[in-house]
């Protein structure tokens, strides 16, 4: 079966810009994550989506970050307006039972 | 939410048998102990999980505690192909997973 997808896998951005971040997950999966990942930390979990709804976001920051799964299929997470300490590789991941799966990742620098 | 507490970093020699610990004291009755590993540049990949009981797949095998507060993920054969950070993960009956810094594992030739 194909993976989960993320696009783009790298992006440069200066600061007080905007970005977006696109996920497609494996096909059946119903629970979507967005997490992340600082260099030499482990991943930290943004937001789950079970299906179109939101789980849990309690460590996304609203006030910039903002996250939608529509139809419950992909999924894309926006930063507006990006700071110099979001620089990190935001990874997605899905699931459908116990086992999660991990897209590559985006790595984001902001300047 | 429950943590777990990991040793920062560990050496095997190639062909060698490695043992990660991992300690998680406060881990409730209906918490499952999932290992993931993330080799460089790649997103994490699952490697196995369990409740109580000890479990083997393909690729490693999970010895878990009598008092469930420990858990040891042994690799039977250490390769290059084994080197990355290695995550203990408690997973709650909620689905939330909270990824902790991990064992860097590194395997000499």
């Known amino acids: 079966e194909a993976g989960v997808a993320q696009s783009p896998r790298y992006k440069i951005i200066e600061k007080r810009q905007s970005v977006a971040f696109w996920c497609n997950p494996i096909s059946g999966h119903a629970t979507l994550y967005w997490y992340q990942q600082i260099l030499g930390q482990g991943p930290k979990l943004l937001i789950q989506?079970?299906?179109?709804?939101?789980?849990?976001d309690s460590q996304l920051p609203k006030d910039r970050f903002s996250a939608e799964r529509l139809k419950g299929v992909d999924s894309t997470l926006k930063i507006q307006p990006a700071k110099l300490e979001d620089s990190a590789v935001y990874l997605c991941?899905?699931?459908?039972?116990?086992?999660?799966?991990f897209g590559p990742g985006t790595r984001l620098t902001v300047l | 939410d429950a943590k777990t507490t990991q040793p920062n970093s560990m050496e095997s020699n190639e062909e060698e048998p490695v043992h990660l610990p991992c300690n998680h004291s406060t881990i409730s009755g209906t918490d499952y102990i999932h290992w993931y590993r993330q080799l460089p540049s790649q997103g994490p990949e699952y490697v196995i999980h369990?409740?109580?009981s000890n479990v083997n797949n393909r690729m490693a095998s999970l010895a878990i505690a009598e008092d469930r507060k420990s858990s040891t993920l042994i690799l039977h054969r250490a390769t290059l192909r084994d080197a990355a950070v290695y995550y203990c993960?408690?997973?709650?009956?909620?689905?939330?997973?909270?990824f902790g810094p991990g064992t860097s594992l590194s395997v000499i030739p």
């Open positions: 991941a899905s699931s459908r039972r116990d086992e999660q799966f």
């Open positions: 369990g409740l109580t």
């Open positions: 989506f079970q299906n179109n709804g939101v789980v849990d």
């Open positions: 993960i408690l997973k709650t009956s909620y689905d939330k997973v909270i």
